[in-house]
């Protein structure tokens, strides 16, 4: 096991390595000039070529590259052109709302996918069933935007339940922390819980039309117990790699979310960093994103040696 996750965390280095290079190339090759951002557009050229050269920006790209890197390898990924503090505290004071978010997404998913899937599929050709799929191609369809403002609509103005943005940490509040991040983490999660409730009804049909449970029902095992002892087990690998799957997918795909309800979190982050050209917030945020996306799949294979023996963690 140990020799396991160690050859794992090895091979996320090669990854970085190609996503640093590709992320730092495409934004120092993208239009748009920080420096003259910084000073705004009427700024004297000498002037800007002056800040340019304090910040770096007149040595080669490879130089650059290469001065990033060594960076990264001390623990330090620059500073923020326009925050006036380094990337690392920039990243750690928005990761957690972000992670906060995904957290209660997926959890919402999983759920009402798990539950819904599996019934689905136990009742295959039901009025159950066409309802539970029904509502899952709505919820892959309609986008996570207009789910969002139609929540705001209801609950937060017409009802009057839950506030219409903002962002209080659960550690410090845990009422108001959770209703600041119900109505996002839910219209986060909805595209989520169509896709695990989908893939859960597949992998659970598959299962029960295995020949071991034939057998097992002539032997006179109840419907019951046929479902949540051994169809449920066998059908929970494909169920738990697309929960990976869709929990680093929900950290990069918060950024519409956190800015519709004003979360101070990494997508905001991010899109602002974007229209700013603030090249150290962006290569740092893609890059932590990356990594968590990378070790959520890592922690995905350690479970699947847990939830069933037979699949060995090694050749996973």
């Known amino acids: 096991m140990l020799t396991f996750i160690l050859k794992r965390l090895l091979s996320l280095v090669p990854v970085l390595f190609v996503v640093s290079v590709v992320i730092f190339a495409l934004i120092h090759l993208t239009p748009g000039d920080p420096a003259r951002r910084i000073l705004g557009q009427k700024a004297a050229d000498d002037q800007v070529a002056a800040l340019r050269e304090s910040m770096g920006l007149d040595q080669p790209i490879v130089s650059q590259y290469l001065n990033w890197v060594g960076g990264l390898f001390r623990g330090d990924l620059g500073d923020s ?45 039901g009025a159950l069933d066409h309802s539970v799929l029904g509502f899952t191609l709505v919820g892959m369809t309609v986008p996570s935007f207009v789910l969002a403002l139609g929540m705001m609509l209801l609950f937060g103005l017409t009802l009057r339940w839950l506030p219409l943005s903002g962002y209080v940490n659960p ?22 819980a169509a896709l695990i409730t989908r893939t859960t009804r597949a992998a659970v049909l598959d299962v029960l039309g295995a020949d071991y449970i034939d057998s097992a029902r002539s032997r006179g095992v109840t ?52 229209s700013r050209r603030d090249y150290p917030i962006i290569q740092g945020v893609i890059l932590f994103v990356t990594l968590v996306y990378l070790l959520t799949n890592l922690l995905i294979d350690l479970l699947y040696g847990i939830v069933d023996p037979r699949v060995r963690v090694g050749k996973a």
């Not at 738990?240 to 997918?249: D, H």
Request: net charge positive; aromatic share 6%; proline share 4%.
């Open 223 to 274: 419907e019951r117990r046929l479902l949540f002892t051994h169809t449920l087990k066998n059908a929970s690998l494909p169920v738990l790699t697309i929960i990976g799957l869709s929990l680093g997918s929900l950290v990069t795909g918060a950024a519409v979310t956190e800015t519709i309800f004003n979360i101070p979190g990494l997508g905001q982050l991010l899109v602002t960093a974007i």
């Open 171 to 192: 550690v410090d509040n845990f009422v108001e922390g959770m209703r600041t991040l119900i109505m996002p983490g839910v219209a986060l999660g909805a595209i989520t």
């Open 81 to 125: 052109y326009f925050l006036r503090k380094s990337v690392v505290a920039a990243i750690s004071d928005n990761a957690v709302p972000t992670l906060q978010l995904a957290f209660i997404a997926i959890i919402v998913a999983i759920l009402l996918s798990v539950p819904f899937g599996t019934l689905a599929a136990r009742f295959r050709g």
